[in-house]
């Protein structure tokens, strides 16, 4: 099964599913929503999103946003498992990192250890530089590059992590050589990015909406042009068919019961589907998906062999 059917069959499966996911109570206590990166990038800021809906839903519970981030995710990830399987307590998840840090054998945790309960957005890859930069569009960077092999820096959050294997594949699409400078998270990026420290970055969308009169996009991973940045040519029309970004979603120990994981899983669809989110998700960047426990055995299979392959060929795994 490709991407697009998963996806497609995700999207068809919520006319089955939401109205169950809508009639779920809400939690009997707190939930404890970890992060495995630190505050101010995106994974953070989809949090809060989520945090501020489920206020809404459920008035009378908090979602507190804790932070636990380290090495690129895995300090969280190889910890989530000691965390009380209460169905209280998720953990946002990020893909390809939870396979490609595995593969480079330097973490605490194998993929096979997380279980992902939900997968509730996409953020494309997205090539940008400060505005104070001389470089002003895309062909003017592949210049830059080729003249200076190895000069030019590009920020990013984390080793092994989506945008490490998106910068290793801009090297190898456009023939060029460029350094990647990695952070514990976007937050942590942006200001040596608006500060000149590092030439641009390999980030997301949501990052330049964020930024956009410090930063300028100059090529962007999706099929059609962003309509948050109309003017920014996708990869494609730039002669590389590359699609992609990073997905976050939440998991859970594995000790949470099966009845624990659907019920997040439901309540993760509903707020997904509530018109409030998707206003956050289109203003900020973020491509809505929905993949619940139904379609989260295919989904994860696919994916992991697309990014074991991947690995292997942008010199991600053991060597």
């Known amino acids: 099964m490709t991407f697009g059917l ?70 969280m990830w190889s910890q989530m498992n000691s965390l009380p399987g209460d169905g209280f307590n998720v953990v946002g998840i990020n893909l390809p990192h939870i396979v490609f840090q595995p593969i480079e054998g330097q973490v605490q945790y194998k993929t096979a250890d997380i279980t992902p309960v ?26 830059a590059a080729k003249k ?17 294997a998106a910068h290793e594949r801009l090297n190898a699409a456009f023939g060029i050589k460029t350094i990647y400078v990695p952070f514990k998270g976007t937050g942590d990026m942006t200001t040596s990015v608006l500060g000149g420290q590092v030439d641009g970055a390999m980030t997301y969308v949501p990052f330049v909406v964020a930024n956009k009169t410090r930063v300028r996009p100059l090529a962007v991973a999706m099929d059609k042009r962003h309509p948050l940045i109309p003017d920014v040519p996708t990869f494609k029309e730039l002669g590389v068919n590359w699609v992609d970004g990073a997905y976050r979603g939440i998991g859970v120990p594995k000790s949470t019961p099966p009845e624990q994981r659907k019920r997040l899983s439901d ?44 690995a292997a060929r942008l010199g991600l795994g053991k060597k």
């Not at 068809?12 to 206590?29: G, V």
């Not at 939900?118 to 210049?143: M, Q, R």
């Not at 092999?149 to 490490?164: D, F, I, Q, T």
């Open 6 to 75: 998963c996806i497609r069959s995700g999207l068809a499966a919520i006319s089955l599913f939401a109205t169950a996911a809508l009639a779920q109570p809400c939690l009997e206590k707190n939930l404890q929503y970890w992060q495995a990166f630190p505050p101010g990038g995106e994974s953070d800021l989809s949090a809060r999103h989520q945090q501020a809906v489920l206020r809404k839903k459920c008035a009378a519970i908090e979602t507190i946003v804790q932070y636990k981030a380290g090495a690129g995710g895995a300090l």
């Open 118 to 143: 939900f997968w509730f957005h996409y953020t494309p890859d997205t090539l940008v530089v400060p505005t104070s930069s001389g470089i002003k569009n895309f062909a003017e960077f592949i210049e």
């Open 148 to 164: 200076e092999p190895g000069k030019l820096s590009l920020g990013g959050s984390g080793l092994n992590s989506a945008n490490h």
């Open 267 to 310: 309540l993760w669809m509903a707020l997904n589907n509530d018109p409030e989110m998707k206003d956050l998700a289109a203003k900020n960047g973020f491509e809505l998906i929905n993949v619940g426990l139904e379609q989260m055995d295919a989904f994860m299979k696919e994916r992991t062999q697309l990014y074991t392959e991947g």
